[in-house]
């Protein structure tokens, strides 16, 4: 059990001398930079962020011009199918209408042709007795 305690050891050992010679790395890149090194990166990141802000409303823009289209075909989309419906009840009204038509129109003939044939049977009457 004790050597590999002591393996433990050494391994957490070499982490804490690799992780203090990381921070040590760091903190001399750090310290290498000059103020107006720093106003320089500052100023660059604003401006990167104010073109990402730009570009963001920029696509947001888009996109509610789109949403508004849709809206607007939505719109259009829903007032055709009302008009549609509408037209489609005025067309069956309209077929039964002309379907009592029709039938009106068949009754009369068949009235006509019994006037007709009426008519004939008075006139044959009649011939018949001069």
Not at 78 to 101: E, G, Y
């Amino acid at each position: 059990m004790a050597p590999r305690r002591r393996t433990l050891l050494v391994g957490f050992l070499l982490a804490l001398f690799f992780g203090i010679a990381v921070y040590l790395r760091i903190w001399a890149i750090d310290s290498s930079f000059t103020a107006d090194d720093r106003e320089i990166m500052r100023g660059q990141f604003e401006r990167a962020n104010m073109e990402a802000m730009d570009e963001s409303a920029e696509w947001r823009m888009k996109y509610d011009g789109e949403v508004e289209r849709s809206r607007q075909v939505q719109d259009e989309l829903l007032k055709a199918k009302a008009s549609l419906a509408s037209a489609t009840r005025r067309f069956t009204m309209l077929q039964k209408d002309n379907r009592d038509l029709q039938k009106q129109v068949e009754s009369l003939k068949e009235q006509i042709k019994e006037k007709e044939q009426h008519c004939n049977c008075n006139q044959s009457s009649s011939t018949q007795l001069r």
